[in-house]
Every structure is written in C-alpha cells, then in structure tokens.
C-alpha cells in the first residue's frame, strides 16, 4: 500500500507542475486554444515527462530497498509522512527543476508569437 500511495503522490506533484506550466502558457498566449498549448507542450517537452516518470522509478526502488534491506529506517517516528511528502514535493519540484534545464515549450511558443508579430 505504502508504494502506491507513493506513487499516485508523485504523480500528482509532477502533474500540478505540467498543468501549472500549462496554465501559464495558457495565460501569456490568450490568442492559441487550450488544446493548442497542450500539444504543443506534448510535442516539445515529452522528454520532461519522461524523465520524472524515472525519477517516480528511482523513487519507488529506493523505498523498496530502504524496506528490503535496511527495515530499521522505516521505524523513524513518522517515516510514512515523510516518504508520502517526500513523494509529492519530488513529483513537484523534481519537475520543475527537470522543465528548467529541458524545456522547450515555451521558447518554441516565443518564437511563434516573434513570427507573427514581425
């Protein structure tokens, strides 16, 4: 139960931080469509998405070897809330530092908007 609860938190951290992005682009190109914005970030930053899957893999192994191999850690007073906000804040922020370095997105929309206007 412990994983799955990990990973629906972490899921729901890294898709707070697409739809935020989203939401974001949504709001400085009021001119394209909602459905425009979401494929073009689908189409240019995929690869963010990804990666946080793994990071989301990395994430649940650890649990299970910390509970395989080392089970005296998951008798810290209140290890369970920490891995469920560990999970969530990691979903999060994991994304946004991943869309940082890799994203895309939003040059491409820059440069449509530059394209249009000149």
């Not at 906000?85 to 994203?103: D, M, P, V």
Request: proline share 2%; glycine share 6%; aromatic share 14%.
């Amino acid at each position: 139960m412990e994983y799955l609860i990990v990973l629906i938190l972490e899921l729901i951290g890294i898709s707070l931080h697409v739809m935020e992005k989203i939401s974001v682009f949504d709001k400085q190109y009021p001119e394209r469509s909602i459905n425009q914005i979401c494929k073009v970030f689908w189409r240019h930053d995929w690869n963010t998405v990804i990666i946080s899957a793994i990071v989301l893999l990395l994430n649940l192994m650890i649990h299970l070897i910390i509970n395989w191999y080392a089970p005296e850690l998951t008798t810290i007073k209140y290890y369970l809330l920490y891995a469920f906000g560990g999970a969530l804040l990691l979903g999060f922020a994991g994304q946004g530092l991943i869309y940082k370095y890799l994203g895309t997105a939003e040059k491409f929309l820059d440069k449509k908007v530059n394209d249009i206007l000149a």
